[in-house]
């Protein structure tokens, strides 16, 4: 079946723009992961929804970061007001059951790049 | 902040040789997973060993995890050029945490 996908896959924002990235997680899957990873760095966690509730919003770096996921499917991570050092892969994760104790299926990311 | 640490950073090895990388964490764990990450692609998944096992395998890749020193090994064994990516850890708290926290990574590079 499908997996994750997100869109886009690549995107050029100029300093100070808003932008939005969006993942469809594997259908039926309950829990969804926004991560950002840095080049040659490891993934980031940003936040965790369990169905349309964001359980966990710790890793998002500053108020300017926004997510969610309003009918529990489809999510959208919006980031206002966009600075350079926001320029990373944003990667989503969805997985069949709540919390982290299984493997998660990655979407292939969006590469934001803040000029 | 990144919990687990990969070493080597960088490891090259010929073909059909096989592959050993470590990982190092912090804190009490409920299960340690493993990621592949060709480059440029998203993360796949590989194995994931919960804190009360010590060893599993899963075809060519053996995990072995000790509690009592917080690392684990990940094993490629007769290792092929498809295997070149860079591969991660990552943990999982418990705890009522949803965070999975990654390392920074082992590049692998198998040489035909």
């Known amino acids: 079946g499908a997996g994750v996908s997100q869109s886009p896959r690549y995107k050029v924002a100029k300093r100070g723009q808003d932008v939005a990235l969006r993942c469809d997680p594997i259908s039926g899957h309950v829990s969804l992961f926004w991560y950002q990873q840095a080049l040659g760095q490891g993934p980031e966690f940003l936040t965790y929804f369990q169905n349309e509730a964001q359980l966990d919003k710790s890793g998002l770096p500053s108020d300017r970061f926004f997510a969610e996921r309003p009918e529990g499917s489809v999510s959208t991570l919006k980031i206002q007001r966009t600075q350079q050092e926001d320029s990373a892969v944003y990667l989503c994760?969805?997985?069949?059951?709540?919390?982290?104790?299984?493997?998660?299926?990655f979407g292939p990311g969006t590469r934001l790049t803040v000029t | 902040s990144q919990q687990g640490e990969e070493d080597p950073q960088a490891l090259s090895i010929q073909e059909g040789e096989n592959a050993t990388m470590n990982c190092s964490y912090k804190t009490s764990i409920n299960n340690l997973q493993w990621y592949r990450q060709n480059s440029g692609r998203g993360l796949v998944h590989l194995i994931l060993?919960?804190?009360?096992?010590r060893e599993k395998h899963s075809g060519r890749l053996r995990v072995t995890l000790d509690t009592s020193k917080k690392s684990s090994s990940l094993l490629i064994t007769a290792s092929r050029a498809a295997d070149t990516a860079s591969y991660f850890c990552?943990?999982?708290?418990?705890?009522?945490?949803?965070?999975?926290?990654f390392g920074k990574g082992t590049k692998l590079s198998v040489i035909p």
């Open positions: 990552a943990t999982d708290s418990g705890a009522g945490s949803y965070q999975l926290t």
């Open positions: 994760a969805s997985s069949h059951v709540r919390g982290t104790g299984n493997e998660q299926y």
């Open positions: 060993i919960r804190s009360n096992e």
